[in-house]
């Protein structure tokens, strides 16, 4: 090139949230002008062609903080990270991913995929074609703008893909640039089994996912890098808002609506629980502590939670205060709870030294109606029928179990076949009329939740297999994670009369 470039970096990050902080909806698109980030220049020189950023660039790393972000790199000699044909009848751009000598961050590697291994620079409109004085004038920088890609938080690289580039010039012109492809639209007319809408944005580790009453809100309980609760609207789902948490914090255990819809109550994993109002994410309150797992009864009134020694605690929604303290469950790891629709019983299942106990307490009468002990470990989810007289079970190796509560001691198998496939996780319907379970197809198969029978099979349309599940209330919807997707299932019978 005829001028030498100077060697720079510059991040884009957005500010940090404060722990349970409702965040804005992440811009959307690869478009330059949609992009709403700060421009925080970073301190350092340095003779390699990108400068160390330290912190910040670890920062903007975390995915469910910082989906998109941007680096500008400007990069001289004759390895140059992009070169301009500088034909009048042709002026065009290429940009080299692998020529980029992308930083390490507190000794871990920043590893940077791209569609492909040039990627064409053009103008962006026929009647803005920039000048060669323009390309190589020495305060033009390229820009890489990236989608973190979420991972494990302790591994040895942090991982991102090229979502856009562009070079531009120092008063932020852009003078030719590449975006990746527009995403297909999110919902269509499926095929047989297929999702009717699969929207990206969700981690792709998922604790469970909470429906409000009137159906227009999801949230979603999960995160890898930065816990978090997602708060998603309509159908399709648009993401409107994010509850973040303290990245040593933990997986969130959970999220559940009350059945008025005023309040979200979640648990962190410090067994903290947080109750907010759902339509704001404001009104933050904290109910209780040592909460390994909750679950709502009596409308939402009250709230159900397992200690971590092993009690059953009754916390009050309006005040914080304790209702009940009930019984003992088995010492041990991974409780599961579960109540009845009507909250008069709360199936409750843990696991010690490679053995599950369930027990089946009736809170009112602080007494247990059932209980199963001395059961192969290995359970994956709980569920409870309207009435509670069923408890319903998965299993990694059993598949799906149900035991009668003040029957038999014993969890049988259910559902024939097709149940012995449900090795993941469980949803009833609002009405506990259908019941839904994680395939390892990847896919769900839903069931008659009273005579144990197969009446659909759905599939994720991809390999990655299925996270949370939850119905929407009218039941003509399922919802559920996969592979950092959000997909929604149509349970509706077309004019044809065969389900989808």
Same mark, same amino acid.
């Given at each position: ?17 404060? !722990? ?40 903007? +790393? ?6 998109? #972000?941007? %680096? ?13 044909? %500088?034909?009048?009848? #042709? ?18 590697? %920043? ?20 000048? !060669? ?10 820009e890489w703008y990236l989608r973190p890609l979420e991972g494990e938080s302790d591994t040895a690289e942090l991982r991102a893909e090229v979502r856009a580039v562009r070079i531009a010039t120092p008063a932020g ?16 007319? !499926? ?21 409000? !009453? ?16 997602? +708060?998603? $609207? ?29 309040? +979200?109550?979640?648990?962190? @994993? @410090? ?19 040592? #909460? ?58 843990s696991t010690e030294d490679g053995q599950a106990s369930l027990i089946v307490w009736e809170p009112e009468q602080e007494r247990a109606a059932g209980q199963v002990a001395g059961v192969e470990a290995g359970f994956i989810d709980l569920a409870l029928d309207a009435e509670g007289e069923h408890v319903l079970a998965t299993h990694d190796r059993l598949g799906l ?21 449900? $090795? ?10 259908? %019941? ?32 949370? +599940? ?31």
């Amino acid at each position: 090139m005829s001028s030498r470039l100077c060697a720079a970096l510059v991040c884009c990050l957005l500010a940090l949230p404060a !722990p349970v902080l409702a965040e804005p909806e992440a811009a959307r698109g690869a478009r330059f002008d949609d992009l709403r980030l700060a421009s925080v220049p970073l301190p350092g020189t340095s003779d390699e062609a990108v400068v160390h950023p330290g912190q910040a660039l670890e920062v903007f +790393l975390s995915p469910s903080d910082f989906p998109d #972000a941007v %680096l500008r790199l400007v990069q001289d000699g004759d390895d140059a990270v992009f070169a301009v044909n %500088l034909d009048e009848t #042709a002026l065009r751009g290429e940009a080299v991913p692998a020529r980029v000598r992308w930083p390490r961050i507190d000794g871990r590697s %920043l590893v940077v995929t791209a569609p492909a291994e040039t990627l064409p620079l053009e103008p962006q409109a026929e009647g803005a074609r920039p000048t !060669p004085e323009e390309l190589t004038d020495q305060g033009t920088v390229l820009e890489w703008y990236l989608r973190p890609l979420e991972g494990e938080s302790d591994t040895a690289e942090l991982r991102a893909e090229v979502r856009a580039v562009r070079i531009a010039t120092p008063a932020g012109r852009t003078l030719i640039s590449w975006s990746e492809p527009e995403p297909a639209p999110p919902c269509g007319e !499926p095929s047989l089994g297929q999702p009717r809408c699969r929207v990206p944005g969700t981690s792709r580790v998922s604790t469970s996912i909470a429906v409000h !009453p009137s159906g227009r809100w999801v949230a979603v309980a999960g995160g890898d890098l930065r816990p978090r609760i997602d +708060l998603w $609207r309509g159908s399709p789902p648009r993401l409107v808002r994010r509850l973040t948490f303290p990245p040593w914090s933990g997986l969130p255990a959970g999220a559940q609506f009350t059945a008025d819809g005023q309040t +979200l109550v979640v648990a962190d @994993a @410090a067994g903290t629980l947080h109750c907010l109002e759902a339509e704001t994410g404001g009104g933050h309150r904290l109910v209780g502590r040592q #909460a390994r797992a909750f679950v709502l009864i009596e409308d939402g009134a009250t709230i159900a939670a397992a200690d971590a020694e092993g009690g059953l605690t009754i916390w009050r929604m309006r005040d914080g205060t304790i209702e009940a303290r009930i019984g003992r469950l088995a010492h041990g790891t991974a409780p599961l709870l579960a109540a009845s629709a009507d909250g008069r019983r709360i199936a409750a299942l843990s696991t010690e030294d490679g053995q599950a106990s369930l027990i089946v307490w009736e809170p009112e009468q602080e007494r247990a109606a059932g209980q199963v002990a001395g059961v192969e470990a290995g359970f994956i989810d709980l569920a409870l029928d309207a009435e509670g007289e069923h408890v319903l079970a998965t299993h990694d190796r059993l598949g799906l179990l149900r035991y009668r509560v003040g029957g038999e001691a014993r969890l049988a198998p259910w559902g024939g076949s097709d149940g012995l496939r449900c $090795r993941g996780r469980l949803a009833l319907s609002f009405d506990r009329s259908l %019941l839904a379970c994680a395939t390892p197809d990847p896919g769900v198969a839903v069931f008659d939740a009273i005579e144990g029978r197969l009446v659909r099979t759905l599939t994720t349309g991809s390999d990655e297999s299925v996270g949370a +599940l939850a119905f929407t209330p009218d039941g003509a919807r399922l919802l559920a994670t996969a592979g950092g997707e959000l997909l929604e299932w149509s349970l509706a019978a077309p004019a044809g009369g065969s389900p989808r």
